[in-house]
């Protein structure tokens, strides 16, 4: 397909701010390769059934909002002994033959229009590096998005026997989760922002990653994000992710699951209000024996707001001894919200234990009934269960302060 | 069971299903599908204008619209040529509508139904029966006791003829409208044969109807319309049976039905097809129903090349309810695409699907289903559940379920596992004494066996009979 953007995108734009940034020749190279290759390239696939197309990415605003010669950031990085956390300037810098091996292996930058896209104009981003038999925790990075538009790029790279825990989180102006949390900044115009960030993660032999992602964008932005792991053999890569902002995100989180005995969880929230649309996929492939997939995903709807889910569980041919599991869960505390769901299972070998089970619907009256009787407020009662309710979710969060600023987004938008 | 017993009893059943006829037919279309063949289709059975104007009117949109191609995962259709089907072919019989003694029909044909076991079903344990052989309906008969209670139970085409006002109103227009998808559509065209059934109001017709369905000619198409209309109040049980043996070239089965189950009243339909392997099956079949009345759809899919069947009910009174019980086997060579879809469009409705499918020797099976609540219908409930058992590593088994939620005052569970035939159950039916065959076949009935208690005892038989043969691995 091809697009209009704001300030046009040409090859020129493209040279001017990989020069801006001082950037190899390879890397510009790569940026050119992704820009020409957007006329062949389609929006990601989305769920349709008959008469109704479940979301309309053209929606996520990019071809109006996408500007990219001013993309701003302000990006905090908190690093843990033994880790390289370095934003991507420095990291080129300091470990160019690793990124130039790594980036955009995990995750092939021509997927689709919109990762294309973000592999030719992203200027911010980090490399998470833990080198081997490096145990980690608490890794933080916090963006504050100040312009119209932004691209973003985050690589973690872990070696044999490495382990490490991280969280990511992006806001804007005004956000508790971001580096500053003040309104300081450009506020977005009119028509809103629009945030693309792509994260690929490399777990190499036996090594662990837990990578956690917190979005509170204000909610006349636009989010897309693809996140995609490979896990090497007897190595575990999960996932899990928060979404309150924006006006429409699209969320695909994915684990290659390549390496024999390798274990992958994704575990997802969102907590949707007023008109905001979530389209939130998790997809894992069983490309190896003995591997164990757990997705789990927990969403609140409020208001008009319309959730969209996808999970797939694809164990491939040589895959023996697979077990995968997956849970979807949504909550609806308004008649007029929408929750729609697809858990699928392709499964092309025997040797599988696999389920999947959704549910959707409202407070559990009985519940209700038993708090009320209990002297507590009908208000009260219902916000005590809609907190309860994400509990697995808090559960599985190794990073303290994500953990944190969770609950506190829950209950925000519950006060 | 003695294993002499059991060669008898399968190679009685796979003759039964795949012996071939010379075909003697009295009119043959031309292959391929242009306004002509409509023209010559609707001259042969001398139907009125309005009907030759729908079928000329679904021509148009069968040829505007793509075939289905971007669904993920379905069954290639490419190979199937539509211009390389014979449409229509009427056999060589008398009695146009069908004789109502099975001594009437020519030797051939007769014979045919004999082997499939047609008559002595009757005779034991249906309420009418109808035999359809390549285009047309050749045998129609029901009980008189029925009849008397103003039940309806003729053939489509006589209907058309017999019943104007009330198929003309009801025929493809809300319910199945040739525009719902392609095949639909070319079923609009070219339908010919199948079932009209009218039950009055608070009539409860205790014994189910019976169409057996054949295709006896390579290369044929065979596009029966079934139509059921269940007054308020009325009950009636429509069993739907099909085979054809088979040939080199693929046939084609594009079968439409239309239920309309009024207030209060109940439908059940159940199907157990075995067409033959070269046959594409693609369907469309659909239901409305009224305020507390009740559709069960109930499918056997056992044979075919390719099965695209996705029954669906719309409930659109309140308190109506739907349950789907479905199976599908799915092997070598086989793509079963099959499952649901319903519609809660008022409130206090409930559905409930039960899919059971088995893939081996390198089939596919999918279950594909659409739960759709939409705003407003309160209290409406859902239950999905699909078990998919694998035999090796050959085979396939997808699960792609849709669910899209618009109201909060409901109550959505969807489940589904699947996995092989656990080792332990194996062992423990080996100590017992069952060799592994033995064993993995009881597992399998057992895995079934939720659908099979829902049909009468002659269809169970049947249907655990058409299993142990796919389990052997003997049916052609």
Sequence with gaps: MSATLKQGLTEETVRELSDARDEPEWL????????????????????????????????????????????????????????????????????????????????????????????????????IYVPEGVDAEDVKIRTEMRSDSLFSHTLVVTEESASVTILEAIGDEGSPVTATGEDEGPAADDEGRYFSNLVEVAAGTNSNVQFGSLQDLSEDAYCYTLKHGIAGDHATINWIEGNFGTQITRSDVETELNGEGSESQIVGSFFGHEDQHFDVNARVWHNAEHTTADLVTRGVLDDTARSVYEGVQDVGRDAWDTSSYQRENTLMLSDESEADASPKLIIKNHDTEASHSATVGQVDQQDMFYMTSRGISPDQARNMLVEGFFVPVLEEIAVEEFRDDVEALVQERLA | MSSDQDHLQQTDTEERFDFKKDSEAAYAADKGLTEDTIHAI????????????????????????????????????????????????????????????????????????????????????????????????????????????????????????????????HFMTNCVPPSDNKFAALHGAIWSGGSFVYVPEDVTVDMPVQAYFRMNTEGMGQFEHTLIIAEEGSEVHYIEGCSAPKYSAFNLHSGGVEVFVGENAHVQYSTVQNWSKNTYNLNTKRALVEQDGRMEWISGSMGSKATMLYPSTVLKGRGASDNHITIAFAGEGQNIDTGAKVYHNAPDTKSTIE????????????????????DGAENSSTAVECDALMFDNESTSDTMPYMEINESKVDVAHEATVGKIGDEDIFYLQTRGLDDDDAKQMIVSGFIEPITEELPIEYAVELNRLVELEMEGSLG
Aim: no cysteine; proline share 5%; hydrophobic share 35%.
């Design chain 2, 355 to 374: 899919s059971k499918s088995i893939s081996k020797d390198g089939g596919r099976t999918n279950y594909r289903g659409l739960v759709h609540i939409a």
């Design chain 1, 28 to 127: 510009l190279e790569r940026r050119l390769e992704a820009l020409a290759s957007l006329d062949d390239l389609d929006l990601p696939d989305v769920i349709q059934t008959p008469g109704r197309r479940w979301t309309n990415l053209t929606d996520l605003q990019f071809d109006s909002l996408v500007d990219p010669l001013n993309q701003s950031d302000e990006t905090e990085r908190v690093t843990a002994e033994g880790v390289e956390v370095l934003d991507f300037e420095t990291a080129l810098d300091e470990h160019e033959d690793l990124i130039r091996e790594e980036l955009g292996a995990t995750l092939d930058p021509q997927s689709n229009y919109l990762t294309a896209l973000s592999a030719a104009l992203f200027t911010t981003g980090t490399l």
């Design chain 2, 42 to 169: 609707s001259d042969d059975k001398d139907e009125p204008d309005w009907m030759r104007e729908r079928r000329l009117r679904a021509l148009k949109q069968f040829q505007a619209m793509p075939m289905p191609t971007d669904w993920p995962g379905q069954p290639d259709l490419s190979e199937m040529d539509i211009n390389e089907i014979v449409p229509y072919i009427r056999p060589d019989i008398e009695t146009r509508g069908g004789v109502d003694d099975w001594t009437d029909l020519p030797d051939d044909i007769k014979d045919t139904f004999d082997k499939l076991g047609i008559p002595e079903a009757e005779k034991n344990a249906l309420s009418g029966v109808g035999a359809q052989y390549e285009s047309e309906v050749v045998y129609q008969n029901m009980l008189e006791r029925w009849e008397d209670k103003g039940v309806i139970f003729m053939n489509m085409d006589q209907a058309v003829q017999e019943h104007e006002e009330i198929v003309k109103e």
